[in-house]
């Protein structure tokens, strides 16, 4: 602070500052002394716990990518074409024409660039001599032979390892001459079978290079060395040469971290960089510096306190002023001087914070903008999260989604060009958005470059308009930058979840040119044959799975009534409509299980509809079923509580045909009473105990009366009714027709 100018008040001031700092220095200085010690102690716990964590941290990075490779395998694992391609049999082989092949290599080979540190994968199967990779499927010795070539040995110890059961492997680096060029890879073994001799296993080669980049980027910056082993043997070391005091390397230490996710080691070393010997002195000086800035302060602050409230204003804003500010002063400063300094000072810092702020809100909508195209069900909590940002759009608005790709461009290093291109996008947009009256919103996407989205509070896009929109942003990019942009025109759709609907339409136009781009042209027809028709977006259905799992009934219907309404617009056929549904039904089953409920009797229910092979009847349970889960979810149940019911529920899944079975039954098996068996049945079940009873004879009922081996008392008796009378009027009351009515109509 410019003390010397004297602008902090008379000599009265200066010396009753100078007072209090000579008696303020002696006590402090003694105290810091007194420190020194205990704080070169502190700084070397501090830089072994800095090391010990940075070490933890280093072993999380490389477990987190040893756990996506392990669930790479456990996804392929569930695959129906893995465990159809392990079979020994050639049923399956119609299965697998060549656009089913290209979409299971495509993505097999989007699963293993998605990792980004493995040169390549293979899938094996050890009886059959085959192997299968993102190139194809293959005899394995023509892959070895001619792709992967190794080593004799090598390729031997990879025969001999996919023969036995291997959850999860790493091995030593080998070498490999992959399409005629040479690579060092890291090969991972993970059995597709838990079984001693499984039929097919998951090869993966981590490229060392790939590898090695992957720990510059998020490895240790202060580790000396890093080494990886397997079994004692190395995979990986990284050694980094550290700048020391003094030119002469000192003393290291080493860390040794297990993997938590498989054989691997880490050994991660440092060098002791802690204050010691000399440095002392340093500590001592430093002690004393800070002593005595300490008390310089304590005496300002006191003498602060004594003097006038002008010169203690005037303080307070001197200390807003920045020291090179008043070194490059040409005169004297004044109080008034200061005081001006000050308020610039605090102008400047406001317009600073203004400016984040108004950052914050830009990424703020541009995140509530995404959330609109991967599928917006709205409850209060997210309208209010609209208007927070002063979005106006509700369910009552029509809207559409435009897609701008600059995927054309080929040369995306010029950074200055790309810039231009995206200022000159946001002024053509403007020009188009005026002349047709729109109002919109353009914000960046991940796989696109840039997303409008149009609204208007009546319908639009008729004949035609938005198209010539999309004509006329394409033209004027065109002319103005000079390169064809892709740019993909949604449909016009109703309400907020209508944007998403919007949005995929357009993107799945978008994804089909960039497919088409830089390949051979194939026919309309097999470009149809290969497009998925029905409409269930994997962003609906991670949607759809957490408000099941968190037993949200309102908005869960919601998604799954966007679904039917969009799909019935789509006019599917009967085999698409059905495979929309099963697929709905796998939703709900995965729910199921990570719910750890028993999901045989719904599966059961569920094919019993299939065989009927009536749409509507899918659809009805699947609705059903949604409802039960949210229901069942509505209740705290613990531990206990659970694995009562589980066992209750187990019980009269392998009893339910018996006609003695009821709830006194059950309440005296369990030891409980009946009110509690009720209670504790419906909590795991969802519905009462004699609704479920009656719903598993049913069932039982209807696959007996459909193959129509015996007569309806036979069956009243087979599935626990103890006269005919008693099933028929259950029957009529569950199915609304009676037995020999539904037998007629099964035929």
Not at 296 to 315: D, E, N, V
Not at 626 to 637: A, P, Q, V
Request: glycine share 6%.
């Amino acid at each position: 602070m410019p003390l010397r100018h004297g602008n902090f008040g008379s000599g009265t001031f200066r010396k009753t500052f100078l007072s209090y700092t000579a008696i303020l220095l002696i006590p402090i200085i003694v105290f810091s002394t007194l420190n020194v010690q205990r704080n070169i102690q502190e700084e070397r716990q501090q830089l072994h716990d800095k090391h010990t964590s940075d070490a933890n941290r280093i072993a999380a990075v490389v477990d987190n990518k040893v756990n996506e490779l392990k669930n790479m395998g456990n996804l392929l694992s569930s695959e129906s074409w893995v465990k159809k391609m392990m079979q020994n049999t050639n049923v399956y082989d119609n299965e697998f024409d060549l656009i089913r092949m290209l979409e299971i290599r495509k993505n097999f080979e989007n699963s293993v660039s998605s990792l980004n540190i493995l040169s390549f994968g293979m899938i094996m199967f050890p009886e059959k001599k085959q192997t299968f990779s993102s190139w194809g499927a293959f005899a394995e010795d023509d892959f070895f032979s001619g792709i992967a070539v190794f080593d004799n040995d090598i390729r031997q110890m990879i025969q001999n390892t996919t023969l036995e059961q291997q959850y999860f492997k790493i091995m030593p680096p080998v070498t490999v001459k992959l399409w005629g060029n040479n690579k060092r890879v890291i090969p991972i073994f993970q059995s597709l079978e838990v079984v001693n001799h499984p039929r097919g296993v998951l090869v993966l080669f981590i490229d060392s290079a790939y590898f090695t980049d992957y720990m510059h980027r998020f490895g240790g910056i202060e580790s000396k060395e890093i080494l990886i082993t397997t079994h004692g043997e190395p995979i990986y070391r990284q050694t980094r040469g550290v700048a020391v005091e003094g030119g002469e390397d000192r003393q290291s230490y080493e860390f040794v971290v297990p993997s938590k996710e498989s054989d691997l080691e880490y050994k991660i070393s440092y060098i002791n960089t802690s204050v010691i010997g000399i440095n002392n002195l340093f500590s001592s000086l430093l002690a004393i510096l800070i002593s005595v800035a300490i008390g310089t302060l304590m005496a300002f602050l006191l003498a602060k306190i004594s003097y006038r409230p002008l010169g203690a204003l005037l303080s307070k804003l001197s200390a807003s002023i920045r020291y090179d500010d008043v070194k490059d002063s040409t005169t004297f400063d004044s109080e008034y001087n200061y005081i001006e300094k000050s308020f610039d000072r605090l102008i400047h810092e406001n317009e600073k914070l203004q400016r984040s702020m108004q950052d914050y809100e830009k990424a703020a909508k541009s995140n509530l903008f995404q959330r609109l195209l991967k599928g917006y069900f709205t409850d209060d909590q997210q309208i209010n999260g609209l208007e927070k940002f002063g979005i106006g759009y509700n369910d009552e608005m029509y809207y559409c989604t435009l897609l701008i790709s600059f995927h054309a461009i080929r040369d995306i290093s010029n950074y200055d060009s790309l810039r231009k291109i995206e200022m000159m996008t946001i002024v053509i947009v403007e020009k188009v958005m005026s002349r047709y009256g729109f109002d919109y919103e353009l914000f960046e996407v991940t796989n696109a470059d840039k997303a409008l989205i149009l609204s208007s509070e009546s319908i639009f896009g008729q004949e035609g308009i938005m198209e010539q929109v999309a004509v006329s942003i394409t033209a004027e990019l065109e002319q103005t930058c000079g390169f064809h942009p892709y740019v993909l025109s949604g449909t016009v759709e109703e309400g907020l979840v209508g944007i998403s609907k919007s949005y995929y339409a357009a993107n799945e136009n978008l994804q089909y040119i960039l497919f088409s781009r830089d390949r051979l042209p194939i026919s309309q027809e097999e470009a149809v044959q290969s497009i998925v028709d029905y409409y269930y977006p994997t962003d609906w259905e991670v949607q759809l799975i957490n408000n099941l799992k968190i037993g949200n009934l309102d908005t869960s219907m919601q998604i799954l009534h966007e679904i039917s309404t969009e799909n019935g617009k789509r006019n599917l056929s009967k085999a698409s409509m059905n495979n929309l549904v099963s697929l709905l039904m796998e939703t709900m089953l995965r729910v199921l299980y990570e719910l750890n409920l028993d999901i045989g009797i719904y599966s059961k229910q569920f094919a019993n509809r299939v065989k009927g092979e009536d749409i509507g009847e899918m659809w009805s349970y699947v609705y059903e079923l949604g409802t039960l889960i949210c229901e069942r979810n509505r209740y705290s149940n613990t531990s206990l509580t659970i694995e009562a019911g589980s066992q209750l529920l187990q019980y009269v899944n392998e009893n339910y045909t018996s006609a003695d079975i009821s709830l006194k039954q059950l309440a005296e098996i369990f030891q409980m009473s009946v009110s509690k068996a009720s209670k504790i049945f419906k909590e795991v079940s969802g519905i009462n105990f004699y609704d479920y009873l009656c719903r598993l004879r049913m069932e039982m009922a209807k696959e007996l009366l459909r193959e129509r081996k015996c007569g309806i008392n036979d069956i009243a008796r087979r599935v626990g009714y103890e006269n005919v009378y008693s099933f028929k009027r259950a029957f009529a009351r569950y199915e609304g027709i009676k037995p020999d009515e539904y037998m007629d109509s099964a035929m």
